[in-house]
């Protein structure tokens, strides 16, 4: 073909988000600055690069009512001046509570649980909740009239904005 060949390496911007991969969290000069995170909307926000989304930087610490709450109260916050906010799927939320990360940019909650948007079939007046970090483990099954905090998420999935 003719012309020069385009070039065939890409910064960690320009690759998209992939799962499977694993990016450091305390490789960067703060906790704000690694090749995992980065915050973003004045710092009240923070890029996963891992999975592409954007996470509240300090979730509520505010528990929420019931499950339909924490759901409204994402839909209609506003972070950094965006809106666009929902609550994360399970396995979203596990992509940050599930195993540890040393380094994180987030303020969280010690030894509570996080609402999520995945529902069960089986029990449709439940919804699965997600520990804090200094206790993550697998979701729970919570009665959705039951009191969790929310931590809102953009980007990935729309599942949830209806």
Not at 26 to 34: F, I, K, L
Not at 107 to 115: G, M
Not at 126 to 137: D, E, G, M, Q, Y
Request: charged letters at 15%; one cysteine or more.
């Amino acid at each position: 073909p003719p012309g020069a060949p385009a070039p065939t390496q890409k910064t960690l911007d320009q690759i998209a988000p992939v799962w499977s991969q694993v990016l450091a969290a305390n490789d960067g000069p703060d906790t704000c600055h690694s090749s995992r995170f980065l915050c973003v909307l004045s710092d009240a926000a923070v890029l996963d690069r891992e999975t592409g989304l954007v996470w509240e930087r300090v979730p509520s610490a505010t528990p929420q009512a019931n499950w339909f709450v924490a759901r409204h109260g994402c839909r209609a916050l506003s972070v950094g001046g965006r809106k666009g906010w929902r609550v994360p799927s399970e396995e979203e939320l596990m992509s940050l509570l599930g195993g540890a990360i040393s380094g994180h940019p987030f303020t969280l909650s010690a030894t509570v649980a996080y609402w999520t948007a995945t529902t069960l079939s089986e029990l449709p007046t439940s919804a699965i909740a997600v520990l804090s970090p200094s206790n993550a483990t697998a979701g729970t099954v919570a009665k959705t009239d039951a009191t969790r905090l929310k931590w809102c998420v953009r980007g990935g999935s729309a599942d949830d904005l209806g």
